[in-house]
């Protein structure tokens, strides 16, 4: 069994910043990448930004410049800091874990950004 536990969500105003925080525990051994993920109401899932273990790091090109992911995949936490919010950026933030393939996910930590 594979847990991740995010936190750091809330309520902030536009142009404010908050800064995310996951953890993995249990069967962690070999996770490659991690990452975050956000889905709005109406829209579909989509990718925030990943680390991973020799490979660096991804972003959506929407997104580059406001929002930087850090953390150690080989000690399970990752962090996403966040500025400069938009309300669009309204979303529930799902940390991510791939381990041989096989995707994880945390319950998600909700983030509103108000106008």
């Known amino acids: 069994q594979v847990q991740l536990v995010e936190s750091g969500g809330g309520l902030v105003q536009a142009g404010g910043s908050l800064r995310l925080s996951c953890a993995a525990s249990?069967?962690?051994?070999?996770?490659?990448?991690m990452g975050w993920y956000r889905h709005a109401p109406g829209k579909q899932r989509e990718l925030v930004a990943l680390?991973?273990?020799?490979?660096?790091?991804k972003y959506a090109d929407s997104l580059k410049g406001r929002f930087t992911i850090s953390g150690d995949v080989a000690k399970n936490t990752v962090y996403l800091q966040m500025n400069s919010l938009k309300p669009e950026d309204t979303a529930v933030y799902y940390c991510?874990?791939?381990?041989?393939?096989?995707?994880?996910w945390g319950k998600g930590t909700l983030v509103t950004v108000s106008s």
């Open positions: 991510n874990a791939n381990i041989f393939g096989k995707d994880y």
């Open positions: 249990g069967s962690v051994s070999g996770i490659n990448a």
């Open positions: 680390i991973s273990s020799g490979l660096g790091t």
